[in-house]
C-alpha cells in the first residue's frame, strides 16, 4: 500500500517539446506529492510538489497535474531544453507516517538538441 | 542558506570492514532521515529522527547498521560488517517538523569491493 508506481522507466523528448512522466498510488492517506530532480553524481532535488487540494501547480514550465479520484499525478515539463536531461522521482508521503516519503523507481529523461 | 552536509563523498572498503558517515543538517531543522540509494533505483527510507529520538527505523538492516543523532543536530550512520550489497549512496536529508518538503544532501558514495 506504500507503493508509488512511476512511469515511463526512460524518456526521450527532443528540444522544445513537452515531458510528461506519470505516477500512481494507492495508499489514500498519502497528502504530499512532490517530484524530485537528480543529476548524475548530485542527491535529489526538490522540484515541485502538490497537495490533494489542488488539481494542479505551475512553477515555470513545470507542472503537477493531480488526479484524486484516480489516485495519480503527474509532471509535465513543457519546452524542454537539454538541460532538464536528468531522472526525475516521484514521491508521496503522509503527514500521519511521519513525513517520510516514499520515491517512485524513477523515470531518466534526455531531451535531445 | 546552506544545505544538507555529508562527508565522506566517496568511500572504498572490503566487505566485513567498517565505515561511517556523518551529516550536517540544514539549520533548524529538526527532522532527519538516511536514505539509501542503489544504483537504477530511487531511494528508500533507512531511518527517520525527530530531534534526537528516532520516529522509524524499521528497514534499517539493524545487525548491519546503526544510527544516532547527538544534540539533535548532527548524525553518523555506520555499517559494520559491510557487505557487498551495501554498495549504494547514502543521503542525508531534512526537514522541518511540521513541512513536506524535504531536502537532499549529495550523498556519500559507498562501495564494498
Known amino acids: 500500500q506504500q507503493q508509488v508506481k512511476q512511469s515511463p522507466q526512460s524518456l526521450i523528448v527532443q528540444k522544445g517539446g513537452i515531458s510528461i512522466i506519470n505516477c500512481a498510488y494507492e495508499n489514500t492517506a498519502f497528502d504530499y506529492f512532490p517530484w524530485y530532480q537528480q543529476f548524475p553524481g548530485k542527491g535529489p532535488a526538490l522540484l515541485i510538489a502538490?497537495?490533494?487540494?489542488?488539481s494542479e501547480k505551475k512553477e515555470g514550465r513545470f507542472t503537477i497535474s493531480f488526479n484524486k479520484s484516480a489516485k495519480q499525478f503527474s509532471l509535465h515539463i513543457m519546452d524542454s531544453q537539454p538541460g532538464d536531461s536528468a531522472t526525475y522521482f516521484c514521491?508521496?508521503?503522509?503527514?500521519?507516517?511521519?513525513?517520510?516519503?516514499?520515491f517512485g523507481t524513477g523515470t531518466r529523461l534526455a531531451v535531445r538538441p | 542558506e546552506a544545505g544538507v552536509a555529508q562527508s565522506p563523498r566517496y568511500k572504498i572498503i572490503e566487505k566485513r570492514q567498517s565505515v561511517a558517515f556523518w551529516c550536517n543538517p540544514i539549520s533548524g531543522h529538526a527532522t532527519l532521515y538516511w536514505y539509501q540509494q542503489i544504483l537504477g533505483q530511487g531511494p528508500k527510507l533507512l531511518i527517520q529522527?525527530?530531534?534526537?529520538?528516532?520516529?522509524?527505523d524499521s528497514q534499517l538492516p539493524k545487525d548491519r547498521f546503526s544510527a544516532e543523532r547527538l544534540k539533535g543536530v548532527d548524525s553518523t550512520l555506520k555499517i559494520q560488517p559491510a557487505k557487498l550489497e551495501d554498495s549504494a549512496v547514502y543521503l542525508c536529508?531534512?526537514?522541518?517538523?511540521?513541512?513536506?518538503?524535504?531536502?537532499f544532501g549529495e550523498g556519500s558514495w559507498l562501495t564494498v569491493v
Open positions: 536529508a531534512s526537514s522541518l517538523a511540521w513541512a513536506g518538503a524535504i531536502y
Open positions: 529522527f525527530q530531534n534526537n529520538g528516532v520516529v522509524d
Open positions: 514521491a508521496a508521503s503522509a503527514k500521519s507516517s511521519g513525513d517520510k516519503l516514499t
Open positions: 502538490i497537495r490533494p487540494d489542488v
